[in-house]
């Protein structure tokens, strides 16, 4: 079993800043690309941000220069620094993570429970 818990989720005002994490535990071999997506009311959830497992990351346009991207492989954990922060950028922000739980096993994506992130005008 593996589990990826969020957390920093909450309500700021435009210009303000935020900061998510997401750790994983349980059953982990190793782990791939970490990632965060959002989901606004109504629309579909779209890619935010994933760092590789070396650190090589990908940005939405919507958030290049704003948000980044970290991870502490030895913690097993991602996050996303957000500044800047617009209402537009009011959303569920979701987890990902790509995990192999053994040695021979498959990668399989894993998501965590959803932070709501709220931007006041």
């Known amino acids: 079993q593996v589990q990826l818990v969020e957390s920093g989720g909450g309500l700021v005002q435009a210009g303000g800043s935020l900061r998510l994490s997401c750790a994983a535990s349980?059953?982990?071999?190793?782990?791939?690309?970490m990632g965060w997506y959002r989901q606004a009311p109504g629309k579909q959830r779209d890619l935010v941000a994933v760092i590789t497992s070396v650190g090589i990351t990908h940005y939405a346009d919507s958030v290049k220069g704003r948000f980044t991207i970290s991870r502490d492989n030895a913690k097993n954990t991602t996050y996303l620094q957000m500044n800047s922060l617009k209402p537009e950028d009011t959303a569920v922000y979701y987890c990902?993570?790509?995990?192999?739980?053994?040695?021979?096993?498959?990668?399989?994506?894993?998501w965590g429970q959803g932070t709501q992130v709220t931007v006041s005008s």
């Open positions: 349980g059953s982990i071999f190793s782990i791939n690309d």
């Open positions: 990902n993570a790509e995990i192999r739980s053994s040695r021979r096993g498959l990668v399989r994506s894993h």
